[in-house]
């Protein structure tokens, strides 16, 4: 692995520079020690033929090469070779990229957010790009197919969505799939590309941002990145600056972050006076904060946050569904999303 993270993949969150996450790492910080025995662990068990073969997620696959890279654990060339093949073997000849190793119909069909993370894990370990350079008729099906998801007109005119799920229109859609065009980048369309990034911000900054009832925690984090990542968070209004800052607030309890107002259940569950706190909704939290300008914090306060979810395989969430009790089962997505939120700490 390179001593860096690629650029385009390390803007996706607001990091600290290289150097001060190094430094950080270096201080034998408990909670990094403990998420690089983790990481250590997973990926010595999970990047093995048989596992692959069990449908390993590509998001999952992207999670933890992604944490291992910033806690600086090293993967093998035999690990590299494995996910090359795995990789080669999940890209659609019709574009876009499937979800795992497809065993069965339904799972040989290309997804937004597989199409992302697969970009995303190609640029971590191909930053030079020779799988795009020797695949071009697939890179230009993939932009062709994530531009044909895009809603043309309507209230949600810029978004995106998968084509077969119209409740699918989110910004974390939004996100992965303007990410991965504009990773895929430069091609005879630059004019028409442009214009539907320009599109989906707009849904994400006229739209989304105003219909509250679509708020949750993530879904903020992922619409106030977007526009983050693109240059135009400087337009947001500081009436919508202080009104998402005030919902993501009001969403910290005694017990943690909830994701979304227990309101929301109101309707479809009895149960709603059992809302939970969720371990990755205090974490995008933070980071939704530090992004949108006015939030620092530091790995003590992350500290006090996370403790509470600290298992034996490293960070998760108890899970409460209805008189039932779940885990706290630790996940390699909760994993990576911590040790990001670590290394996203001021120095």
Known sequence: ??????????????????????????????????????????????????????????????????????????IDSSAKNLLADYMSKIASSSGGAFPTLPRMDWQRKSRIYSTFYFLALLNLLDPHEYFLSKNK??????????LSLQEESGLN????????????????????????????GKSEN?????????KALSWVSDHFLHNRRGWSVTRLFYA?????????????????VMDVQAFVRSMDTLEGYHEYPSSV???????ITRHHSC????????????????????????????????????????VKIKEYNYGPISTIFENMLTTVTFLSACP
């Open 190 to 198: 630059d004019g028409e590309l442009n214009v539907k990034i320009k």
């Open 224 to 240: 106030v990145d977007t526009l983050h990542l693109f240059g135009e968070l400087p337009n947001l209004s500081n009436e919508m």
């Open 279 to 318: 371990l990755h909704s205090g974490l995008y939290a933070n980071l939704l904060l530090k992004i949108i300008g006015n939030h620092s914090f530091t790995t003590n306060d992350l500290t006090i946050l996370v403790d509470r979810f600290l298992t034996k395989e490293g960070y998760g969430t108890k």
């Open 1 to 74: 692995m390179s001593e860096s993270i690629p650029k385009i993949v390390e803007h996706i969150f607001p990091l600290e520079a290289h150097e001060n996450r190094q430094r950080l790492l270096q201080t034998g910080n408990l909670n990094l020690t403990c998420l690089k025995n983790v990481f250590e662990l997973d990926w010595g068990r999970k990047l093995e033929q048989d596992t692959f073969c069990s449908g390993l997620l590509v998001s999952e696959i992207f999670q933890l090469i992604f944490g291992s890279t910033l806690l600086n654990v090293n």
């Open 137 to 146: 008729d697939w890179s230009r099906k993939t932009s062709l197919w994530l």
């Open 265 to 271: 259940k109101e309707g479809y569950r009895e149960e």
């Open 157 to 184: 005119e810029g978004a995106f969505r998968e084509a077969d799920c119209p409740m699918s229109i989110t910004p974390e859609n939004t996100f992965w799939a303007i990410w991965s065009l504009s990773y895929l």
